[in-house]
């Protein structure tokens, strides 16, 4: 009898530790899964391992980890640059956790330091609100509004005490602030360095702390400002966060990363046709990054594209009026990035003025420049002189060809009631009806 008790509880102990066993390896398995999802288009993860252990605790309790990603509202525009890190975070949303978008507008009135020789001329509050109202529509085109958490800094900075400031302080050091690259070569350069911008790192170090950060999201240019915040989260003794730094995006010239300062970005708010035009516009030795990073294109997709720029079984031009077409798809949907192919080899191909094209009531007597200025065709007069100079304005009637065109070479020309139902074609890509 009691030889047969024991046999039961030894069959019973191994019968919960294979359960355990098999519980455990599914565990695992998820961890992998989702890690292996989650690193995919990464630069650097900050501690590598720590990612694992918080998909291991998230998994096995279930709690949904809180993935934080900052933008500041420097301007009214969200370009494709910023949706890589948005895209890393719908792939956390989708994998059942919650995104944390937080609007900067404190750090904005700062404005980031990394990457910049010069102190940027301050933005007050209102510029900053005025710029965060339009944010969130054109983040959404990525995001799952029902997984995302919009957050602003007004939240919590704007009840901060001096005493608050001064604690916040105390937890850095002065050495560590002057390791970081941009600060250290302004200084070894002469360029001026206010001390404000200090305390970039420092608030955005802080709202990882409010809002309980598990993973922070960033181009490759934040590593030290998102390291800030582990460095608060710790001295507060709370897990700290891990650092998830991405690619950044050049922009349109090749050169510089994608900028809403420096012009060199595709917009989320540009038309379709503007969209199109632009990717047309970059040079080949970028298709490829942007397939990755912009479409998150397959892994076939992505050797299929190198494999056949390498044989010549593919053209670069057939690939990059596919990239076009798959980005204007992506925010417009699969007939308009079509449409806009069509268009685009119609205008470029046969020299034929767009069917869709911005309509302005001009009013008669006013310059060239005044009228491409006030429709914002074009943001300044100095652009407007730029492109009469490079004779890239251009009369059109329509109905005509473009190539039927009447080259514009005084930027003061005034247009009278005979300019009325002509087509100005501004570049290579925009086009404004009068009436």
């Known amino acids: 009898m009691i030889d047969d008790l024991r046999c039961n509880n030894i069959n019973n102990n191994n ?9 455990d390896e599914k565990l695992e398995q998820e961890v992998l899964r989702q890690y292996k999802i989650i690193t995919k288009n990464t630069v650097e993860i900050v501690p590598d391992e720590e990612l694992k252990n918080l ?28 949706l890589v890190p948005c895209r890393k975070m719908r792939e956390f949303q989708d994998l059942g956790h919650i995104g944390v978008v937080i609007i900067g507008d404190y750090t904005a009135q700062i404005g980031d330091p990394s ?25 959404f085109t990525v995001l799952d509004k029902n997984k995302t958490e919009i957050r602003s800094q007004t939240e919590w900075f704007s009840t901060v005490s001096l005493a608050d400031i001064l604690r916040w302080a105390s937890q ?13 070569n302004r200084i070894d350069t002469g360029n001026a360095l206010g001390l404000h911008e200090f305390f970039y790192p420092i608030l955005q170090g802080m709202d990882s702390v409010y809002i309980n950060a598990h993973v922070e999201l960033g181009g490759t240019d934040q590593r030290f400002n998102v390291l ?42 540009d038309e379709p046709f503007d969209k199109f035009g632009k990717v047309m516009s970059i040079p080949d030795n970028l298709m490829y990054e942007y397939y990755r990073y912009i479409l998150w294109s397959s892994d076939e997709e992505l050797k299929k594209i190198e494999t056949g720029l390498k044989d010549g079984s593919l053209h670069p031009n057939e690939i990059k009026k596919s990239l076009a077409q798959k980005i204007v798809a992506s925010f417009h949907g699969e007939n308009e990035g079509i449409k806009m192919r069509e268009q ?18 001009f009013e008669r007597g006013k ?13 300044s007069r100095s652009e407007v002189r730029r492109l009469v100079q490079q004779k890239a304005i251009v009369i059109l009637q329509e109905g005509k060809s473009d190539k039927d065109g009447i080259k514009v070479l005084d930027q003061f020309l005034s247009l009278d009631e005979s300019y009325s139902g002509k087509i100005i074609k501004t570049g290579k890509r925009r086009f404004l009806k009068l009436f």
Not at 118 to 130: Q, S
Not at 172 to 184: G, W, Y
Not at 250 to 261: E, I, R, V
């Open 55 to 82: 998909l291991r605790w998230s998994i096995s309790s279930g709690t949904p980890l809180r993935i934080k990603y900052g933008i500041d509202p420097t301007s009214s525009d969200v370009h494709v640059g910023h």
């Open 172 to 184: 850095t050091t002065v050495a560590k602030l002057l390791s970081h690259e941009t600060f250290k």
């Open 344 to 361: 685009f080899e119609s205008v470029f191909s046969k020299g034929k003025i767009p069917d869709e094209i911005s309509e302005f009531k």
């Open 367 to 379: 310059t060239l420049t005044d009228i491409l200025v006030d429709s914002k065709t074009v943001e």
């Open 228 to 269: 800030m915040g582990r460095d608060f989260q710790k001295v507060r003794g709370e897990r700290a966060q891990v650092a998830i730094l991405l690619p950044i995006i050049l922009g349109l010239c090749g050169t510089n990363k994608m900028s809403k300062s420096l012009g060199n970005y595709i917009g989320i708010k």
């Open 115 to 139: 990457g910049k020789n010069e102190t940027r001329p301050p933005l007050t509050a209102e510029e900053t609100n005025r710029n965060a109202s339009t944010y969130m529509e054109q983040i």
């Open 15 to 23: 019968k919960k530790e294979t359960k355990e066993k098999i519980i």
